[in-house]
């Protein structure tokens, strides 16, 4: 672990930023102005639609490559994107020229999983008929990694044409919250909390029950879904269920992975730009979406 994510596991540990995090999560704003184009440097070109109940941004240089990324935000299903996405966005475009779409999907309270799923479905195939001759790649940090997964399974599932590679940051992949292994994995988290979690969780699925894949991949089926890479810190609450994931996809065939187990590492750590650990992740992310090469 680097000296700067020792001093932001020590800071974080020792502030209020708990406490923020739950506020944020059940009081979303709506007013998040993050990731829209006026944000982005001169130098990279945006488009903007909002379609299908949701919205879409997809970045890229003038002449990008042909790969193109679909990110999908974490939050908690309940939070819009955050200043840290676009830069992460930034940094792909600018060091491995690809093309990113943003995908601002809908969220609790005003959506459930119905609504969710159904959109980042449509714009799968929105996307593919837009950018014919592009390489998809689906990207998400928890929530968005459990979004990034639950389409995959469904394409998977429907005999849909599958992306050349998916990337999971810190999945959240269960939301019935019921491992007992996250009871322990939570007194190490400085910013997530059990009890918040399983309730939104709860009020995501609407009527599904918690544990159906659509609303928790984890109990979907993992074979023949392609390349994932999937990263995770051991200083989160969802570790004890990303190692389930992490056995789930070593049991299943026809689907390649790497783990990366991130030792003191928080959730989602990749959104602190500045640590060593996010800038050697965005690079390997780069090296695989441009050769596909898992390693």
């Not at 923020?20 to 102005?33: D, E, I, K, T, V």
């Not at 955050?82 to 093309?99: C, D, F, G, K, P």
């Not at 979004?147 to 005999?159: C, G």
């Not at 750590?269 to 695989?288: A, D």
Request: aromatic share 10%; glycine share 6%.
């Amino acid at each position: 672990m680097s000296l700067r994510g020792k001093w932001l596991l020590f800071k974080t540990k020792h502030s209020q930023l708990k406490q923020q995090m739950q506020q944020a999560f059940l009081q979303p704003s709506r007013r998040n102005q993050a990731v829209v184009p006026q944000k982005f440097p001169a130098n990279i070109v945006t488009k903007e639609r909002t379609i299908f109940g949701g919205r879409l941004l997809t970045a890229g240089s003038g002449a990008p490559q042909p790969q193109h990324i679909m990110l999908f935000h974490g939050g908690a299903y309940t939070m819009e994107g955050t200043t840290s996405h676009r830069q992460m966005m930034v940094s792909l475009i600018e060091q491995a020229n690809v093309r990113i779409t943003y995908v601002d999907y809908p969220l609790v309270p005003e959506a459930t999983v119905e609504e969710t799923v159904v959109f980042v479905m449509t714009v799968y195939s929105y996307l593919r008929a837009q950018y014919p001759d592009d390489e998809f790649f689906l990207m998400g940090d928890s929530a968005g990694g459990g979004l990034a997964l639950t389409l995959l399974q469904q394409l998977a599932l429907r005999d849909e044409p599958l992306p050349a590679g998916t990337i999971l940051i810190s999945p959240w992949t269960d939301l019935s919250m019921m491992n007992p292994d996250l009871t322990a994995a939570a007194k190490h988290d400085p910013f997530l909390t059990l009890e918040t979690l399983k309730r939104i969780g709860y009020e995501y699925a609407g009527k599904y029950p918690v544990t159906d894949p659509l609303v928790s991949p984890i109990y979907g089926n993992f074979d023949h879904l392609g390349k994932i890479k999937l990263y995770f810190g051991t200083n989160e609450l969802l570790q004890a269920d990303d190692e389930r994931l992490l056995q789930k996809l070593s049991a299943a065939e026809g689907t390649p992975f790497t783990a990366h187990v991130m030792a003191s590492m928080l959730h989602d750590y990749i959104l602190w730009p500045h640590l060593p650990e996010t800038k050697r992740t965005l690079k390997e992310i780069k090296q695989f979406v441009l050769t596909g090469k898992l390693n």
